[in-house]
């Protein structure tokens, strides 16, 4: 039988618990941004940016009708702050990227209920991750609203 035997004394003790939690800190913060990079490229390609509207049950082109990058102001002035109203109500919020560089996808929607064309979907996407969305129709009778897919009215 073999027995070890070890004296530590209190500041000893005392360190190796400090570097211990040093230790753990370290991979708790770089698993968080190991999955902040995983988020951040999910909406960096087509593909993606598409099967995130198919997860709301939007049906859409397989390519963008428009791609526009524009630089977002540092702070929100009119139309953003309502438009940011409409966001903060389905989970999104514009002031995370605000002096940032944002694109908006806009894709062509084919299946909006009793509406065969003519309705738009907007993708604002800043750093990978999706920011702003929303839903449109152009025109005189027009509206727009948020990603949720609607419910039929019956």
Known sequence: MLIWTARFSRRRAMILVVF??????????LAGRHNQT????KLSTNE??????QSYGWEVNSEPMETLQFLLPKELPEPYVTYNELQKQQGFDLTACCGKQVERYTYAVTNYPD???GIQVNLYVCNGSAVAGDVCCPGADGFQ?????PSKKG
Not at 20 to 29: M, P, T
Not at 38 to 41: F, R, V, W
Not at 48 to 53: A, I, M
């Open 38 to 41: 995983e988020q951040t490229a």
């Open 20 to 29: 211990l939690g040093v230790i753990l800190a370290l991979v708790v913060i």
């Open 48 to 53: 993606n940016r598409v099967e995130f509207l």
């Open 145 to 149: 609203q948020g990603l949720a897919f």
């Open 115 to 117: 509406r065969p064309d």
